[in-house]
């Protein structure tokens, strides 16, 4: 028995120390000042950083990247929320539909989905190729199926329909019933599937690439372009941009650890399993009747 | 006069709450058809979207790879070129190599690594799983980057190597199809374990004891009983896994650039470059492409379908 947990230790040392040697090295590679020929750095420096935090076109990308996920994530959250909403309690017929273009996306590269947006919007009435406003429907289409299970999971967790049954029988308008009782309550699912959608964005090449180019610099199109001058930079530029990333899952990691175990939800959860048993009452009622 | 009471009541009062009621009924129905109509206008942004954004670029991609080069001529001259063409089949045949062979070798190494993983502690399984999902977002452009400066032409592992006298990385380009295939494993190693992780949980302790109680061997287990419950599993990952490859385009744009031959650097150079746009073509290879990926779904759905029919 013994033997056999060394071996499971073996195997998951190797695999760590496979999945972190090229971040290990990426990041000693950016504080390191002389290093080739020495298993680890001679001197060390924090010079790449200086130079990075000093680079003018940095901040620009980054100001950029900034821009469009601001745009795209907002645009999908005012658009998606009303959406998978009205969907869901009004016109629930039409949920397949929704999850089948809600989806597709998942399933189409974004190469594939360039080579549609740049024949579409290159020429004819609307001629948006090259400007970042067509980036932002690819990136709305990019995010739509985090997006759409996201709010789609945290809708059906409230069980939004009985609540929203429950609001407008107590006399709410639909706007107040959306705004008052759903809305509070799926917040938190809201923004996981929000900096989960940051997060993806943040790491978008091909659309930015295809789509734009140089024409509007993003970080990724940046650190592209700086792959072939110095390594060190680049490196500094690589860890910098991998500890946003870092952060943002942290987050949500953690965001979703604390939903599962907060004693408001659990009580919330008892509030609506409340509601579900007057639900199956009503319907036992009625098969009664009949 | 009984009767006539009665016929006198339901003649005369019934008719009119029946009266006042379609009348409130009809109110009611005009306010709910109007509340309707804001609803549905609600949905049209996101229906604009979707038409402006998914759907209409994927129709004028199939109908633009149906158009000869001078965007006129309806042919499927684009299709023929490529099947003719021995450049575009390999770019073709090194797309659909390099995922199935990296997918191959990721989903059985995370087979065997998730399952180590389960034999720890919760505590360290969670940790574990966090560097999973921590790596599994090193990926693109900055990962290949990572790896061309540890075993590019000047990278830190081929200096030393060499220094050392090691002449096993002599041969090894990272700018080739090794490297491809080592940096593609990579980005899908951490991807699998997170996919088949959990489906070890499905496997219960009690059903291993049950299995050896009637004289079952760990072998005989895993043959009978472990493997076909993970085999759903596994099927479903190697289809992700092998469509991510298909489609992937950073990586490979930013390790080798135009040096390698591969479906989703043709395209983009075929619809985005400096030189010699046909966009036609690159639509055909754009259909091309998104057919394959849909056949890996569909090859994934069937062989989840037959593996199901047996269990049952």
Known sequence: ?290 | MKVDGNWFNERTVKPIPKLLENKEEREVLRKIKKQKIYLLALLLPFILFVIGFEIGPLVAMIKNSFYADNGIQVTIDQYITIFKSKFYLQAIQNSLVISLFSAVTSVIIAVIAAYSITKFSQKIQNRLLMIANMTSNFEGIPLSFSFIILLGNNGLFTLLFSKIGGDVFADFNLYSWTGLILVYIYFQIPLAIMLIYPSYQGIKKQWKEASSLLGGSTLSFWLHIGIPVLLPSIVGTFSILFANSMGAYATAYALVGSNYNLLSLQIASLVASDVALKPQLGSAMGVLLAATMIGAMWFNERMMRRIRRDLR
Request: aromatic share 12%.
């Open chain 1, 1 to 290: 028995m013994k033997s056999s947990l060394t071996f499971h230790k073996v195997i998951v040392g190797l695999l760590v120390i496979y999945l972190l040697i090229p971040l290990v090295g990426t990041f000693l590679f950016s504080i390191a000042g002389k290093w080739d020929h020495t298993i680890l750095p001679e001197s060390y420096t924090m010079d790449w950083y200086i130079e990075l935090f000093q680079d003018e076109r940095f901040y620009d990308a980054f100001r950029r990247t900034l821009f469009l996920i601001v745009m795209s994530v907002g645009l999908s959250v005012v658009i998606m929320l009303p959406t998978i909403f009205i969907i869901t309690v009004y016109f629930s017929k039409w949920e397949g539909l929704l999850q089948a273009a809600a989806m597709l996306p998942y399933g189409i590269p974004p190469i594939v989905g360039a080579v549609g947006l740049i024949k579409v919007y290159s020429d004819g009435p609307i001629q948006i190729a090259g400007t970042p406003w067509i980036l932002i429907g690819a990136y709305f289409i990019t995010i739509l199926p985090f997006m759409y299970q996201g709010i789609r999971s945290s809708l059906r967790t409230i069980n939004a329909v009985q609540l929203v049954d429950a609001a407008e029988l107590l006399g709410a308008t639909k706007f107040q019933s959306f705004r008052t009782v759903v809305f509070p309550n799926i917040i938190s699912g809201i923004l996981v599937s929000t900096l989960l959608s940051v997060a993806l964005l943040f790491s978008e090449f091909a659309f930015a690439n295809l789509l734009v180019g140089g024409r509007f610099e993003t970080i990724q199109i940046y650190l592209a372009d700086k792959l072939n001058s110095s390594g060190h930079l680049t490196s500094a530029i690589v860890i910098t941009y991998y500890s946003m990333i870092l952060l943002l899952t942290g987050i949500v990691l953690k965001l979703t650890f604390r939903n599962e175990k907060n004693p408001v939800v659990s009580n919330k959860k008892r509030i609506l399993s409340f509601f579900k048993k007057q639900h199956c009452n009503k319907n036992t009622a009625i098969e009664g009747e009949k």
